[in-house]
């Protein structure tokens, strides 16, 4: 549907009907009103160009996603991505997908900011120091990270108490006279990984932890490990994982040796619990956070937040984590 199209429906000139479409203060409340009711009975949308042309913006938010992070098939990470695009496209808003490779991310952000097509980055996989999240703050440019690092100046950030969560899943442990609880890990340097551990460990107090393993976080990985520590002569009261994936492993090995359920049970904790599609019917503890979908509408508020110029200090949330027993599924 052409703009010719509308103004001689309403009997007024292309030149208005663009300007009315597009914001422009000299054109009559009343006109515009009569162009925007026929435009969206007519499914027409303004041209992206040039409403990108007036207001100086892409009208698009570039999100950072780490080549070698777990696949966009994932579960979680899909649903959130999903909430995330659904919400920004309300305001019309793109999101596109950036690429960060191993030893290539300055020069795609630096790309990227050169090009102007996006008005705002979110960080994906933060690290402790990372050098993403300092170079955008020394190029000035907007941007959010989803999960924290240790940067000294002030940036917009969406993050679960990933220490709080692995305190719980200890604290639990300990409340049923458990105390050997063995920590499996992902080998990853994202920073909730870091916390997650750093909350096990410290909640253990003056205990020594059982058995640690940072190993790549994957279902054979998880399963590989427990097998280990199920063959030994000392096994451990329980076992807590970081991930969705080393959960389902380390179920599957527990469930072989008989020790998913019963008297002689091991204790399995899991960060988000089994994944959505696990083989396995028996439900484990799981150390539980904001659901995805909730996170992806989240990071949209705070983006469009961030591009009606919302301070910085003003765009940080914490969502704290809870246990959920297999009674409360």
């Not at 009711?37 to 950072?64: D, F, Q």
């Not at 399963?223 to 994982?241: F, V």
């Not at 998913?260 to 994944?275: A, F, K, T, Y």
Request: aromatic fraction near 6%; charge should be neutral; include cysteine.
């Amino acid at each position: 549907m052409s703009l010719k199209a509308i103004a001689a429906v309403l009997g007024l000139s292309v030149t208005t009907v663009s300007r009315a479409l597009n914001g422009y203060e000299d054109v009559a409340e009343e006109t515009r009103q009569r162009v925007e009711e026929e435009a969206h009975r007519r499914g027409y949308r303004p041209n992206a160009a040039a409403r990108r042309l007036k207001s100086g913006r892409a009208n698009a938010i570039g999100l950072v996603y780490p080549v070698c992070a777990p696949p966009l098939t994932d579960n979680h990470f899909s649903d959130m991505l999903l909430a995330l695009d659904q919400r920004l496209t309300r305001d019309e808003i793109d999101l596109l997908l950036l690429a960060d490779k191993p030893q290539d991310s300055q020069r795609t952000l630096n790309r990227t900011l050169r090009s102007r097509t996006v008005d705002a980055i979110i960080v994906t996989h933060t690290t402790p120091q990372d050098p993403r999240l300092r170079f955008l703050q020394q190029k000035g440019f907007s941007f959010l990270a989803i999960g924290r690092s240790d940067l000294p100046d002030t940036y917009a950030w969406l993050d679960v108490d990933n220490y709080a969560g692995s305190q719980l899943a200890v604290e639990y442990c300990l409340q049923q006279n458990m105390p050997k609880i063995a920590w499996l890990g992902g080998n990853e340097p994202y920073t909730f990984v870091r916390d997650r551990r750093q909350g096990y460990i410290d909640a253990l107090g003056d205990i020594p932890p059982f058995a640690m393993a940072a190993i790549t976080p994957s279902r054979r990985a998880g399963y590989q490990q427990t097998c280990a520590w199920l063959a030994q002569k000392r096994i451990p009261q329980a076992i807590i994982t970081d991930c969705s994936a080393l959960a389902e492993g380390a179920a599957m090995a527990l469930q072989q040796a008989g020790r998913l359920q019963g008297v002689n049970r091991v204790i399995l904790i899991g960060w988000d619990g089994l994944p959505r599609d696990s083989i396995l019917d028996q439900p484990i503890i799981a150390i539980r956070q904001v659901t995805h979908n909730e996170a992806g509408e989240r990071v949209a508020e705070m983006m469009l937040a961030m591009l009606d110029g919302a301070p910085l200090a003003q765009l940080q949330t914490l969502w704290q984590p809870w246990l959920q027993l297999p009674s409360d599924a």
